[in-house]
């Protein structure tokens, strides 16, 4: 079609619509796209995120305009960087028209980890999310990381003779920050509250090793939450955390589960990336 038949074309979209129900949130899912993460020992990794736009949508307009979702995105470049975020946004809300625009990346980040004994190397992945809105002009990020544990049962350690039952776990930790935060920082801080890490290699001197440091160490699912608030509390750039637990129970055929939700006292009004 050449230009001036385009400018004909009907543009279903700006019809009015007479149910009188605005929608919260409409626009584009499951929407690959490379993306830069900050990274404490590489400065930066590069990773596949899978991302969401939506914007409001007022009561009088009938649908959105779906591929200026995408076109926004294309626009800030062939690989995303986190910085970018609040331009993003910013874009949605001006070509959208609209009061409230929403970003939710989530992505596998990699962190390269040293067996305990035999100092054998290899890759762990975590799956981490970002969360961002723009809303009249006020910004808000949250920081998701989701983090595989150990955890061992302290009732079956002291009642059993022989050993103690143990599983895998999964804590998702999410902050609002009032500076910058690594996601290796926040992942370290929930393994350090678990019965132990996870590791992708390990030989039997390890396997030994991390064995024994999980039965010196038992938890219950109650433990690991407030383990991971103690310490979300001794953070200062940390303004508001919340954080699930469960155990995927090796004795049950259901799960464990606890969450704590916190906001700490704070003049702040907003939260940085």
């Known amino acids: 079609m050449l230009p001036t038949e ?32 900050r990274d404490k020992a590489h400065l930066e990794q590069h990773t596949i995120a899978s991302v969401s736009l939506t914007v409001d949508l007022p009561e ?108 895998r776990g999964e804590v998702t930790f999410a902050v609002r920050s009032s500076q910058p935060v690594w996601v290796e920082d926040l992942i370290q801080l929930v393994e350090q509250s678990a019965s132990c890490e996870l590791f992708s290699v390990l030989k039997r001197p390890d396997e030994k090793a991390v064995t024994e440091r999980a039965y010196d160490n038992p938890v219950f699912v109650e433990d690991l939450v407030r383990n991971v608030a103690t310490r979300a509390n001794l953070e200062d750039a940390i303004l508001w955390y919340r954080v699930e637990a469960e155990n995927f129970e090796s004795i049950h055929n259901h799960n464990a589960y606890a969450l704590v939700e916190h906001t700490k006292p704070t003049d702040a009004n907003s939260s940085a990336v």
Do not use: W
């Open 6 to 37: 385009l400018t004909h074309l009907k543009d279903t979209q700006n019809e009015p619509d007479h149910r009188n129900i605005p929608i919260d949130r409409v626009g584009v899912r499951s929407l690959r796209y490379p993306m830069r993460i």
């Open 60 to 167: 009088q307009f009938k649908g959105t305009h779906m591929s200026r979702f995408v076109e926004a995105l294309n626009d800030c470049g062939a690989e995303l960087h986190i910085d970018r975020v609040h331009d993003l946004l910013r874009m949605l809300t001006e070509r959208l028209q609209a009061q409230c625009a929403h970003v939710d990346f989530a992505f596998p980040f990699f962190i390269e980890k040293t067996a305990p004994v035999s100092g054998k190397k290899g890759l762990l992945d975590y799956n981490v999310n970002f969360n961002a809105t723009l809303q009249r002009g006020a910004f808000d990020f949250v920081t998701t990381v989701i983090v595989p544990v150990a955890t061992l049962c302290p009732c079956s350690k002291s009642i059993s003779e022989r050993g103690a039952h143990n599983q």
